[in-house]
C-alpha cells in the first residue's frame, strides 16, 4: 500500500474516533501536516506514524476529560484529505 492508501484508511478510522477535545487539537494539526506532505512519501510516513499514535486509548480512566468525535475543523480536513486522496492520480 503506499502512504496515499494508509492515509485514506486511516481518515476513515480518525472520522470515528472519540478523544478528549485537547486531543483533537494536536490530530488536527497532524492533519495539516499530512495536507501538506502529500508530494512527499517519507514525510507523509513520519506523519501517519504520528496520527496512529494520537488516536484513541483503549482504556478511559475515572476522572479522565470526556471523550468526544471530530470538531467540525477536524471533520473538514478530514473531508479535504479524502477528497484530495481520491482524486485523480498524479
Do not use: C, F, Y
Request: charge should be negative; avoid cysteine; aromatic fraction near 2%.
Amino acid at each position: 500500500m503506499t502512504a496515499h492508501d494508509d492515509l485514506l484508511d486511516l481518515a476513515a478510522d480518525i472520522a470515528q474516533w472519540r478523544v478528549p477535545p485537547e486531543q483533537w487539537e494536536r490530530i488536527g494539526g497532524l492533519l495539516e501536516q499530512a495536507a501538506a506532505s502529500l508530494d512527499e512519501p517519507a514525510a507523509l510516513r513520519l506523519v501517519l506514524e504520528e496520527l496512529e499514535n494520537a488516536g484513541q486509548g483503549r482504556i478511559t480512566k475515572i476522572g479522565t476529560p470526556p471523550i468526544v468525535p471530530p470538531p467540525p475543523p477536524v471533520r473538514e480536513r478530514l473531508n479535504q484529505l479524502v477528497h484530495a486522496l481520491s482524486g485523480p492520480k498524479k
